[in-house]
Nanobody, 123 residues
């Protein structure tokens, strides 16, 4: 069982930055690929980024590539999402999720989810 708690969301102006954190419980954190997803108002949940258990591999949605950076610290059981040059269309609830040993873009693969953190980007 893995419990995930996101933090770091808030209100920011367009062009600004935020760093989201996701703290995980459990002693097998490094065995899980960690993903970030988001769900904007009236939209379906979409993939943002994923990082392998070791942190050696990452993958991003095309619209976030170059602006968002995913990273992890396995000693702290934490995954991060650095978001730069934010745009109003980035406004959403951001979720972290854990998938055992599989990097994936599909939400269906993920076994555990956090409660989400709200990011609002004003124009």
């Amino acid at each position: 069982q893995v419990q995930l708690v996101e933090s770091g969301g808030g209100l920011v102006q367009a062009g600004g930055s935020l760093r989201l954190s996701c703290a995980a419980s459990g002693r097998t954190f490094s065995r899980y690929a960690m993903g970030w997803f988001r769900q904007g108002p009236g939209k379906e949940r979409e993939f943002v980024a994923v990082i392998s258990g070791s942190g050696g591999s990452t993958s991003y949605a095309d619209s976030m590539k170059g602006r968002f950076t995913i990273s992890r610290d396995n000693a702290k059981n934490t995954v991060y999402l650095q978001m730069d040059n934010l745009k109003p269309e980035d406004t959403a609830v951001y979720y972290c999720a854990a998938a055992k040993e599989i990097m994936a873009r599909s939400a269906r693969v993920y076994d555990y989810w956090g409660q989400g953190t709200q990011v609002t980007v004003s124009s």
